[in-house]
């Protein structure tokens, strides 16, 4: 039998982040034996894979990996790899520095619709809070607690923006964040998924949307009953705050573009490294049980 979602996490070099991005993972509830899990690094070169190994050997879920040569900020490279090694219908894409709420992937799967992209975000720690997130504290389901009172109210109020927007019809609107977004194989599939071109923070998941857009899926906002809580960290060396002097933005401003890009999945499995990371020990035991 096949899997009903396939979660696909990226990450570069914050491995214990990805840990506790992982643990959230094995304490999903209603969900047990129906999603996959892909792990798709941009060439960390510190102790990821070491870790990934750790954790796959207590892992109730089938874990994988995929990375390649480091070389820049390439997220919608990662991104595309690790969709072309999920076998599931519907797609969860989600970053490795997320912690993701115990109704996550139960609540991704009862919004799905045909037609549609599930349109998210994420509520953000300080460092502080962040330091205090551990193991037992996502086995509880207490880092919602840690979320500041003004990072609720930022989240209600743009989930209430999203309804609107939504009964608008806007376009480009609810917005697609990377950290929060779920869509069908399929509609995936017909646009070449992200665009490679794309080298550098930012701007790959709004290029997503438009063309997601463009062949007819809309976004559905699911903040109104979920969201990631983000881990924090410094920002990327490659970050600039709306993309301002970037050459991504220059390349999503370009007068002419396709709703199928050029360097997309088609291109995601060209030598790429997969590893199975299969569990073992008493996480296998209890599955062939």
Not at 8 to 17: D, G, I, K, L, Q
Not at 54 to 75: E, N
Not at 95 to 121: K, S, T, W
Not at 255 to 260: K, L, P, Q, V
């Amino acid at each position: 039998m096949g899997f009903d979602i396939a979660v696909v996490v990226s990450t570069f070099e914050r491995p214990e982040h990805l840990t506790k991005c992982l643990e959230s993972l094995e304490h999903q509830r209603d969900v047990e034996g129906r999603f996959e899990v892909v792990v798709t690094d941009d060439g960390s070169r510190d102790d990821t894979l070491d870790r990934l190994a750790a954790f796959a050997d207590r892992a109730s879920f089938p874990l994988r990996f995929t990375t390649h040569d480091h070389d820049g900020f390439r997220l919608a490279r990662c991104r595309n790899m690790g969709i072309a090694t999920t076998t599931a219908d519907y797609i969860l894409l989600t970053d490795g520095d997320c912690v993701l709420p115990p109704d996550h992937l139960r609540i991704h799967l009862e919004e799905r619709r045909p037609g549609r992209v599930a349109a998210g975000d994420c509520l953000r720690l300080h460092r502080e809070a962040s330091a205090t997130v551990t193991a037992d504290t996502i086995r509880r389901g207490d880092v919602l607690r840690l979320v500041s009172a003004a990072e609720r109210s930022r989240m209600r109020g743009k989930a209430l923006r999203a309804t609107a927007y939504q009964m608008l019809r806007l376009p480009m609107r609810p917005r697609l964040s990377g950290n929060n977004i779920a869509a069908w194989r399929y509609d995936l599939e017909r646009i070449n998924g992200f665009d490679e071109r794309f080298v550098g923070w930012g701007l790959e998941d709004r290029d997503l949307q438009r063309r997601l857009e463009r062949v007819g899926v809309r976004p559905r906002s699911v903040l109104h009953r979920t969201a990631p809580i983000h881990l924090w960290h410094e920002p990327a060396v490659s970050f600039a705050r709306n993309s301002a002097g970037t050459a991504n933005l220059d390349y999503f401003r370009r007068a002419e573009w396709t709703a199928f890009c050029a360097e997309g999945l088609v291109k995601a499995t060209d030598q790429p490294v997969t590893i199975p990371l299969r569990p073992r020990g008493a996480a296998a035991a209890r599955r062939a049980a």
